[in-house]
């Protein structure tokens, strides 16, 4: 394995201390995998798509949407989903700056922040919250932005760039009202700077999709070394670790997206 042709890990993020975090990631699966392994940071979930489907990346971080995307593409397949707050599932949050916004009916006629069309917290599965609720989201909104990362939505929202956005939330195990885990976390900010105004899901955790064009033998030793890493990959993914995925892990995801393609269609 020593000899072998480097391999390529990358995920999407906007923050300064992204690439930083992925390189020591990498560097910790170089040793224990003897396999060279560089790191590359993206800015769009379409950039990412393009390049594992083009070979350019052999591992990813990715999405749940833009996983479905690469196994229909037959670019990838799912070898871990990760774990936050215990949890292998996650609920999209609709949320305002504090002090603004304090329920759905006051979204009318707001500029609202989504992440991309690609993201299921930032994008598909809050709107369906809102068509569930009798509000049109296509009508719904003086303006909609898209800023690509849960990071620059929530940045924008705060900066007053726009009044609402959509972003990921995980709850505790104990305090089932007060989030461990959110997009705001990801712009320095707290619970206390934020006002959610609606939740939905449950959505799949995000995973880490292996090419379908690695070999056996190597996507399972970069698979179980990711499993290992503990620390660096905590600090980069903002994950507890990994587990298996099972066959059903995308079902309700799948589902809820075609139920939404339907009555677009």
Request: hydrophobic share 45%; glycine share 6%; charged share 25%.
């Amino acid at each position: 394995m020593a000899t072998a042709s480097p391999l390529t890990f990358a995920m999407i993020s906007s923050a300064p201390a992204a690439s930083a975090l992925l390189e020591a990631v990498c560097e910790e699966l170089t040793k224990r995998t003897s396999q060279p392994i560089s790191a590359r940071v993206l800015r769009t979930y379409d950039k990412l798509l393009d390049a594992m489907r083009g070979g350019e990346v052999h591992l990813a971080w990715a999405p749940p949407l833009v996983a479905i995307d690469l196994e229909r593409a037959d670019a990838a397949k799912v070898r871990l989903c990760s774990r936050r707050a215990g949890k292998r599932d996650y609920s999209s949050a609709i949320f305002a700056k504090k002090g603004t916004l304090t329920k759905l009916a006051d979204l009318e006629g707001k500029r609202m922040a989504w992440v991309a069309k690609e993201s299921a917290a930032g994008y598909v599965v809050p709107r369906l919250r809102l068509t569930a609720e009798g509000l049109d989201p296509t009508k719904l909104f003086s303006e909609e932005v898209f800023r690509r990362t849960h990071e620059a939505v929530v940045r924008a929202v705060l900066a007053g760039d726009a009044d609402a956005g959509a972003t990921y939330v995980s709850f505790g195990e104990t305090k089932k009202d007060i989030p461990v885990s959110a997009g705001w976390f990801e712009a320095g900010a707290t619970n206390d700077d934020v006002t959610i105004l609606a939740t939905a899901g449950p959505i799949p955790t995000d995973v880490i999709a292996i090419s379908t064009n690695l070999e056996g033998e190597r996507a399972e030793a970069v698979a179980d070394a990711m499993r290992e890493l503990g620390e660096p990959i905590r600090a980069l993914l903002n994950a507890d670790g990994f587990d298996q995925p099972e066959a059903s892990h995308f079902d309700e995801l799948r589902k809820l997206v075609e139920e939404a393609q339907a009555k677009t269609a």
